[in-house]
């Protein structure tokens, strides 16, 4: 079952503009994690951030939580060509010692040059 | 530091065949995870360790999948008999402990045809 839903599925946008995407969720949770994917590649995890926080940053990633309404997201500033990818966000549910990462479908990025 | 291994990188079986993958672990890392990630989908969780120790299976098709972590480190993912919707990416990943960054692997690339 799909806890985390991306919006939107896909965005292009012109190299050096902000990149902004939403995940939205429906259960409480204990993190939220985003991830990166390149084509045919590997998940690269990005941010984590707690439910007792409501914002994170790392380099040019900016990432919010908002528990109220359930949802986050992730802002890609002065974005690059290296940029594109698939990103997902990844809600952490678990209780008693597991980890339910639970993955959105992703937002399909694209940046221009 | 290492990441996560894993082999093979690719693999093309017949339906009814059997397979088997290979993880070894972020040195140190105490939880494993083995995903399916269906072309255009997020990752789902088939199966969690904790070190030798099965957390959660819950989505683990158990009359055909089977996975191991015997010396709480490597592990093995076996598919026996395959079927053709089993075709995806099997990403196994990492992390510290439940509640932190899970790290993946470059996953290996299952075709059934």
């Known amino acids: 079952s799909q806890q985390g839903e991306e919006d939107p599925q896909a965005l292009s946008i012109q190299e050096g503009e902000n990149a902004t995407m939403n995940c939205s969720y429906k259960t409480s949770i204990n993190n939220l994690q985003w991830y990166r994917q390149n084509s045919g590649r590997g998940l690269v995890h990005l941010i984590l951030?707690?439910?007792?926080?409501r914002e994170k940053h790392s380099g040019r990633l900016r990432v919010t939580l908002d528990t109220s309404k359930k949802s986050s997201s992730l802002l890609i500033t002065a974005s690059r060509a290296a940029d594109t990818a698939s990103y997902f966000c990844?809600?952490?549910?678990?209780?008693?010692?597991?980890?339910?990462?639970?993955f959105g479908q992703g937002t399909r990025l694209t940046i221009n040059p | 530091e290492a990441g996560v291994a894993q082999s093979p990188r690719y693999k093309i079986i017949e339906k009814r065949q059997s397979v088997a993958f290979w993880c070894n672990p972020i040195s140190g890392h105490a939880t494993l995870y083995w995903y399916q990630q269906i072309l255009g989908q997020g990752p789902k969780l088939l199966i969690q360790f904790q070190n030798n120790g099965v957390v959660d299976d819950s989505q683990l098709p158990k009359d055909r999948f089977s996975a191991e972590r015997l010396k709480g480190v490597d592990s093995t993912l076996k598919i026996q008999p395959a079927k053709l919707e089993d075709s995806a990416v099997y990403l196994c990943?990492?992390?510290?402990?439940?509640?932190?960054?899970?790290?993946f692997g470059p996953g290996t690339r299952l075709t059934v045809l």
């Open positions: 951030i707690r439910s007792n926080e």
């Open positions: 990844a809600t952490d549910a678990g209780g008693g010692g597991a980890q339910k990462l639970v």
């Open positions: 990943a990492s992390s510290v402990r439940p509640g932190t960054e899970i790290f």
